[in-house]
């Protein structure tokens, strides 16, 4: 076992399909370097510490204990209580995110993937990366009650630009592709995501044809876009995601701050701009190859903050 390390985790973008995990339809989506940070120490005690730099968070118990729930680390609670019984040591936990958090960029299943895989490597636990993903999303879906789908724990897990089938019985393929011209802009809203989500299951399960319309709608943009990303069809691409921001709209999971960035990012030079993640605030990425500085300026120009990014592949 070792008694020290750290591991780094990525965040996602939803390229397309944001969402439509929720009825278990495919999504692609790409890891990129923006990153989460683990250290582990094992301890000489029976003392385990969770402590997150980001939000100050600090949970302290003792090993075989089970850790409250009611606080910024309750994903790795619900984790540590199911993996319990085969962590036979203390140790030491903290976390540093340089993904902006609660911006639709997938922190909590960062959180998730990272806990495990530090387990997974600390205590020999054998796990394969469907596992973790697998069990990443029971933690946030099952005992933390979140309304998501498998987009995100599978994306990050897996990295790379993944199409990512999100039944019961998940698929990952990884595509070819190892740089897509986009840029990340932040709208630095509050973001009311959990709203948006809750609001839409309902629908589904109420079978509201708008909502359900859309979700076709993506759904069909997302099997178009597998094949413009293999043969690097930008022009393609760009169109399928402006047809997606339309569907958000039709869904009304869109802000008017978040429009005027992808508007802003349009008129910049984008091929295509879209939202991501839940909806109600966060982020969005425009698709801008040779322009990525002028879409950049044009984000903050507009209010925004912009990051031009990079593909990660474990």
Partial sequence: MLDKFSISIPGRICILGDK?????????????????????????????????????????????????????????????????????????????????????????????????GVMNRAYDLKFQTKDIAELAFWGENQELGIQCGRMDQYSIAYGGVTFIQTGVNPKVELLNVSTIPMVIGDSLEDRKASSVLNRIKSQIKEEDPTTLKAFRNIEEGVQKGKYALINQDFTLLGHLMNQQQEQEQN?????????????????????????MGAGGGGCMIALCPGKQSEVAKAIENAGGKAWVFNIFNY
């Fill in 20 to 116: 439509v995990d929720l009825m278990e339809k495919p999504v692609i989506a790409a890891t990129i370097n923006l990153m989460m940070n683990f250290n582990f120490i094992k301890s000489d005690n029976s003392s385990i510490t969770f402590y997150s730099h980001n939000t100050k968070e600090k949970i302290q118990f003792h090993l075989g204990d089970t850790p409250p729930r009611n606080n910024d680390l309750s994903y790795w609670s619900v984790l540590y209580s199911r993996l319990k019984e085969k962590i036979n040591t203390g140790f030491y936990l903290e976390v540093n995110s340089n993904i902006p958090i609660g911006r639709g960029l997938a922190t909590s299943a960062a959180i998730s993937v990272g806990f495990l």
């Fill in 251 to 275: 869904l009304k999971a869109d802000t008017e701050k978040i429009q005027s960035l992808c508007e802003a990012s349009k008129q910049a030079g984008a091929l295509g701009a879209k939202q």
